[in-house]
T-cell receptor, first 111, second 113 residues
Framework: KQEVTQIPAALSVPEGENLVLNCSFT??????LQWFRQDPGKGLTSLLL?????REQTSGRLNASLDKSSGRSTLYIAASQPGDSATYLC??????????FGTGTSLTVIP | DVKVTQSSRYLVKRTGEKVFLECVQD?????MFWYRQDPGLGLRLIYF???????EKGDIPEGYSVSREKKERFSLILESASTNQTSMYLC????????????FGSGTQLSVL
């Protein structure tokens, strides 16, 4: 069964800093990898989707990369802002239309 | 953009009650999912459905059942609620192909007393 790990579990940075969140998965046979943001007590919002044939995707200050062969993805956030404070989760999809989630990284950006 | 609507944001029920959680999506998605989210455990799949009247058990189906009579609606049923079912419940949907995005509702925080 696919296992998804996110390190670190929590991260605190000063405003303006660039940062990287990590996601690793055990089975490289994936269709895609998605990064989500979750605010406290809310649902998940999709940030970026990387297809298995792609290496990276960008949206504004966010850049996600995928190295399928090594089972790794990173989410790069440039010039962090207090509004970026949230929990970030990654998920991979594979056979059987199922999605497998990491437990997330809780990010705090200090003004 | 896709909208996934969960009928309640907060719900308080008594032990032994039958509980219905409703989820509706407006983008003609084939796949619909029910997850529960607990601190330290992440998201765990309860059930998913890939078509009307079709369902598959996820990782933790015990104590739950589901219904999908129409393509846009996927209901989660707690037959006899117990305190260990207190949790955040999240509904999601996607196109049937695994390469498409997963869209979530805003969640239902269920408390069973």
């Amino acid at each position: 069964k696919q296992e998804v790990t996110q390190i670190p579990a929590a991260l605190s940075v000063p405003e303006g800093e660039n940062l990287v969140l990590n996601c690793s998965f055990t089975d490289s046979a994936i269709y895609n990898l998605q990064w989500f943001r979750q605010d406290p007590g809310k649902g998940l919002t999709s940030l970026l989707l990387i297809q298995s044939s792609q290496r990276e995707q960008t949206s504004g200050r966010l850049n996600a990369s995928l190295d399928k062969s090594s089972g790794r993805s990173t989410l790069y956030i440039a010039a962090s802002q207090p509004g970026d404070s949230a929990t970030y989760l990654c998920a991979v999809s594979g056979t059987g239309n199922q999605f497998y989630f990491g437990t997330g990284t809780s990010l705090t950006v200090i003004p | 953009d896709v909208k996934v609507t969960q009928s309640s944001r907060y719900l308080v029920k008594r032990t032994g009650e039958k509980v219905f959680l409703e989820c509706v999506q407006d983008m003609d998605h084939e796949n619909m999912f029910w997850y529960r989210q607990d601190p330290g455990l992440g998201l765990r799949l309860i059930y998913f459905s890939y078509d009307v009247k079709m369902k598959e058990k996820g990782d933790i189906p015990e104590g739950y059942s589901v219904s999908r009579e129409k393509k846009e609606r996927f209901s989660l049923i707690l037959e006899s609620a117990s305190t260990n079912q207190t949790s955040m419940y999240l509904c999601a949907s996607s196109l049937w192909r695994g390469e498409e995005k997963l869209f979530f509702g805003s969640g239902t925080q269920l408390s069973v007393l």
